[in-house]
């Protein structure tokens, strides 16, 4: 079973989200290295993974970007404090943050901070590291836009599929989710302002 199959089956399975026969369910699960996508629909009360793929570009990109962050390491100790956790070589001696350290720690940091938490340290980060915002958006931004792309083939494909009879004027009501820890890269831009992130995303 593929990555994409799996997380088809658990929208479906754990009743999450059914697509019905109007809508295209595309699902992003983000990873370290892939963002694997899976788009879904339903035909005759049977839900269908009509389309599976795989991008090599995800949540790696910000991480990684995190060495070239001057303030990155005092944004980590801020959170720490604020939230009294201690982290064996940031804020615990020795110390051993470094620039090829930082992406380790970040992950040691989100993974302890829960949903309010997040969106606090997402709102630090937009303010004391821009540049990491900028990575964000424009990482963010392009899997949004790529879901675009696959949104409008995928309505044309299944508007002209004989095995599939959906019709030819089919306009479904596309719905996006997402899955997997590193989706929370598309949280960054809302917790700052919502608005904006929701017209950024949408455009």
């Known amino acids: 079973m593929t990555e994409s199959t799996a997380v088809a089956n658990?929208?479906?399975?754990?009743?999450?989200?059914?697509?019905?026969?109007?809508?295209?369910?595309?699902?992003?699960?983000?990873?370290g290295s892939t963002t694997d996508i899976s788009a879904l629909t339903s035909y005759d009360n049977n839900n269908l993974l009509v389309k599976q793929h795989s991008i090599r570009f995800a949540a790696?990109?910000?991480?990684?970007?995190?060495?070239?962050?001057?303030?990155?390491?005092?944004?980590?100790?801020?959170?720490?404090?604020?939230?009294d956790i201690k982290i064996q070589g940031l804020n615990v001696?020795?110390?051993?943050?470094?620039?090829?350290?930082?992406?380790?720690?970040?992950?040691?940091?989100?993974?302890?901070?829960?949903?309010n938490q997040l969106k606090e340290?997402?709102?630090?980060?937009?303010?004391?590291?821009?540049?990491?915002?900028?990575?964000?958006?424009?990482?963010?931004g392009l899997i949004a836009f790529y879901s675009g792309q696959l949104a409008t083939n995928m309505i044309n494909e299944i508007r002209t599929?004989?095995?599939?009879?959906?019709g030819s004027n089919w306009t479904p009501n596309v719905i996006v989710v997402f899955a997997g820890k590193?989706?929370?890269?598309?949280?960054?831009?809302?917790?700052?302002?919502?608005?904006?992130a929701d017209k950024y995303y949408l455009d």
């Open 93 to 115: 001696e020795p110390k051993k943050y470094s620039a090829e350290t930082s992406a380790y720690y970040f992950e040691q940091i989100v993974d302890r901070l829960n949903g």
């Open 161 to 166: 599929a004989t095995d599939l009879p959906l």
């Open 10 to 31: 658990y929208w479906v399975n754990n009743n999450q989200v059914k697509p019905s026969q109007n809508d295209l369910l595309l699902s992003f699960d983000v990873g």
């Open 121 to 140: 340290f997402y709102t630090l980060l937009s303010a004391d590291c821009p540049e990491l915002m900028s990575v964000n958006l424009y990482v963010t």
């Open 182 to 196: 590193g989706a929370r890269i598309f949280e960054w831009f809302g917790s700052v302002t919502e608005d904006e």
């Open 60 to 83: 790696q990109r910000i991480s990684q970007a995190t060495r070239y962050s001057k303030n990155f390491e005092s944004v980590l100790l801020t959170a720490c404090q604020k939230h």
